[in-house]
């Protein structure tokens, strides 16, 4: 049985021109600074997102901490959303290994932060408080199925952390989705925050990797904390040559993405038992709701059926389109999942 697997845009693999960029890299060792291919992707990166120096790293996860490490020191707090990456899904490196807090003040339904909520939230040294250190944001949101933050959200959340003297990170794991999603740079997307993250390995298709970009002496910084965390990957100019051809080819492409998931939702909102609003689709992320039944068994069925699809925990169900899914690939799984709402419901 054919699958079409929605589980996630990290599951796409690399394409013809990756894999030869890969096999021809020229390489070098990059903890030794010397790995001309990752240099210049990591130059290239860094204009992208209109910052001084970027640092190639495994993954947004590695990204975020080094950002959370560089801008706080131990005891401090995190400002985020409730419904942040940083605070859902990665691991608690910000509590385990920096040491830090994370402060979560409410996430609209499309990402944004409230800024009087985030002037509220900040908090200076005094004896028995923990100093906020950081403000972070997340664009496109991962949670709020990919709503993509405008430069104006993020410049009156960055406006109050500036007021405080404090950073704000973007944790722009998919921002080229959200880039293409509004017409705009991403580097003015990125513009009004001191540090920002982004993925190679989700919609761009490359196989590995993100980038860390920010001030030059915070990368530095960011290096050397890279490197106790075992980051170094000495000859990655191998899989750096596939993020290259990444952000030279593969952005404009996101548009195709963006249609597929639309015409995803409009046909998951005239099934029983599943709620969603198209109109609130602007990415590739789609979440809905099963109302048909129990949640588990609506997730066996669509396993069944040949659809892969993730979930946080009833009753929502997450759906993502990528590279190697086209429209009609749409149109099969949106067959395959009534048939499986319809067992489930039945069940």
Known sequence: MRKIDLR??????????????????EVGDDVLGDDPTVKRLEAMAAERMGKEAAVYVSSGTMGNLLAVLGWCDRGDEVILGSEAHILWHESAGSAAIAGTLLRAVPNDERGR?????????????????SPTGM????????????????????????????????????????IFNAAVAQEIPADILAGHADSVTFCFSKGLSAPIGSALC?????????????????????????????????????????????????RLASGLAGIP???????RIETNIVIFEWEGGPHAAFMAK?????????????????????????????DDALEAIRAAALAAAAA
């Open 302 to 330: 669509l396993a069944e059926a040949g659809v892969l699809a993730s979930s946080s925990g009833a009753p929502k169900v997450r759906m993502v389109t990528h590279y190697g899914i086209n429209a009609e690939d749409i």
């Open 214 to 262: 920010g001030p030059a002496d915070f990368i530095a910084e960011a290096r050397k904390w890279r490197k106790m965390l075992g980051g170094g990957m000495r000859q990655s100019g191998v899989i750096a040559a596939a993020a290259i051809v990444s952000l030279e080819s593969m952005v404009p492409r996101l548009a195709e993405d963006h249609q597929n998931a639309k």
């Open 113 to 129: 932060l409230d800024p009087a909520d985030v002037e509220h939230a900040v908090r200076g040294y005094r004896p028995g408080v």
């Open 135 to 174: 403000v972070a944001l997340e664009n496109t949101h991962n949670r709020c199925s990919g709503a993509a933050l405008s430069p104006e959200d993020t410049k009156v959340v960055a406006d109050v952390a500036h007021g405080h003297g404090l950073p704000l990170h973007l944790d722009g794991a998919r």
């Open 8 to 25: 996630s845009d990290t599951v796409t693999h690399p394409t013809p021109d990756m894999r030869q960029a890969m096999a021809e890299a």
């Open 273 to 279: 038992g599943i709620a969603v609003d198209p109109e």
